[in-house]
T-cell receptor, first 111, second 112 residues
Framework: QKEVEQDPGPLSVPEGAIVSLNCTYSNSAFQYFMWYRQYSRKGPELLMYTYSSGNKEDGRFTAQVDKSSKYISLFIRDSQPSDSATYLCAMSGGGNYQLIWGAGTKLIIKP | DAEITQSPRHKITETGRQVTLACHQT?????MFWYRQDLGHGLRLIHY???????NKGEVSDGYSVSRSNTEDLPLTLESAASSQTSVYFC???????????FGPGTRLTVT
């Protein structure tokens, strides 16, 4: 079993829909949670960063961490075709600075 | 503006050749990482460094080496390229104890 599980999709939704992307993890030591967005043939770019539990909002994006369930989510409101990309979750904990990555979910927003 | 660059962006090489991929960052970050990304596998860590003269193996380090002689650069060397090393390679960096990593644009390597 992988430390971080993420459904690879693709997830296809109509423009304007609310999108929910999720990751589950097994290591209770994880404290730092990140979402990256990767456009085709580009490097991943940091989208959201959360420390420990709770919610964080940035414009149309909300990151949610539920440490009791070992479950993190990224919500995208009013989705746009420009949101079409692969979304990767990453997390870290303990004394090292490595990130443990999900496989990425490919998201397609249909106009 | 600070940035992280990779070169070359595309490379085709033959089996058995030595190849070096360059990574240069102007963030002045202590931590640098090399990943490969393949369909179905996501990002896999090859090597990483927490400072000058420090290098460590990641989960897929066989056939690869790195050296860190200054803060800005972490070149990745494929000692004897194999077809299984055809992939997209990403370099990333992060500052000190901060966990967020910032990525370069990637190098697409094809080994024929």
């Amino acid at each position: 079993q992988k430390e971080v599980e993420q459904d690879p999709g693709p997830l296809s939704v109509p423009e304007g829909a609310i999108v929910s992307l999720n990751c589950t993890y097994s290591n209770s030591a994880f404290q730092y949670f990140m979402w990256y967005r990767q456009y085709s043939r580009k490097g991943p770019e940091l989208l959201m960063y959360t420390y420990s539990s709770g919610n964080k909002e940035d414009g149309r994006f909300t990151a949610q961490v539920d440490k009791s369930s070992k479950y993190i989510s990224l919500f995208i409101r009013d989705s746009q075709p420009s949101d079409s990309a692969t979304y990767l979750c990453a997390m870290s904990g303990g004394g090292n600075y490595q990130l443990i990555w999900g496989a990425g979910t490919k998201l397609i927003i249909k106009p | 503006d600070a940035e992280i660059t990779q070169s070359p962006r595309h490379k085709i090489t033959e089996t058995g050749r030595q190849v070096t991929l360059a990574c240069h960052q102007t963030w002045n970050h202590n931590n640098m990482f090399w990943y490969r990304q393949d369909l179905g596998h996501g990002l896999r860590l090859i090597h990483y460094s927490y400072g000058v003269q420090d290098t460590n193996k990641g989960e897929v380090s066989d056939g690869y080496s790195v050296s860190r002689s200054n803060t800005e650069d972490l070149p990745l060397t494929l000692e004897s390229a194999a077809s299984s090393q055809t992939s997209v390679y990403f370099c990333a960096s992060s500052e000190g104890r901060v966990r967020e990593q910032y990525f370069g644009p990637g190098t697409r390597l094809t080994v024929t």
